[in-house]
Structure formats: C-alpha cells, structure tokens
C-alpha cells in the first residue's frame, strides 16, 4: 500500500517528541484515541500494542479496542499487531493535523 500520509510540519512536530525508540506526546489535553492515531501516524511501519503502550505510558491495552471498534486502527489482539487504517489516517489529516498548528516560530 503506498504510503499517502502528509508529511509533519514543524509546529506539528513540537508536539512529538522522539528519544531513542520511545515517541511521547508532548499535548496532554489530547485523548488516548487520539493520541494512539498521531503516534501510528508518525510510524512508517506496522506497531505492537507492547510498543505503543510504551510510547503513550498507557498499561491497559484493553484500551485499544475501543479505538478498534471505531474502526480507525486495525488491532490484532493474539498478535499485538497495530496499524492506522484509512478511517484513522482521514481522521488525522482532516481534524487532528490542523487542530495541531498555531502561531509563531
């Protein structure tokens, strides 16, 4: 599948930050769903539940059906196997991205 995603502009990118293996969030006003879609978002490949957990310090991976059932990941649970579906990369592009710009250098 090819890869469509826009890239992340600068102010977009104040909000990740990126240490080694580990992505954090850097705007905690930002719900688990929706921070779970900007870091597979940010991801050029194919994540596990075990690794985003990690990335979002969340320790239920429970938590993860609930995105799944709203169709914008694609969560194998035997596997741990997560990706971004199409559902979740409009959702990014069209509510998530602008809502992540403001202002200023």
Do not use: C, F
């Not at 909000?15 to 879609?37: N, P, V, Y």
């Not at 597979?40 to 490949?45: A, I, N, Q």
């Not at 596997?79 to 509510?95: C, D, M, Y």
């Amino acid at each position: 599948m090819p890869d469509n995603r826009v890239a992340l502009g600068r102010d977009q990118l104040r909000r990740l930050s990126s240490q080694g293996e580990i992505r954090r969030i850097l705007d905690t006003s930002l719900s688990l769903a929706d921070a779970t879609l900007l870091i597979l978002y940010s991801e050029s490949s194919n994540s596990t539940d075990q690794s985003l957990a990690r990335h979002l310090e969340q320790p239920r991976l429970g938590n993860y059906r609930r995105v799944h059932d709203d169709k914008l990941i694609e969560y194998t649970e035997s596997t741990g196997q997560i990706l971004i579906s199409p559902k979740g990369e409009k959702e990014v592009e069209e509510r998530l991205l602008p809502s992540l710009s403001w202002p200023g250098p």
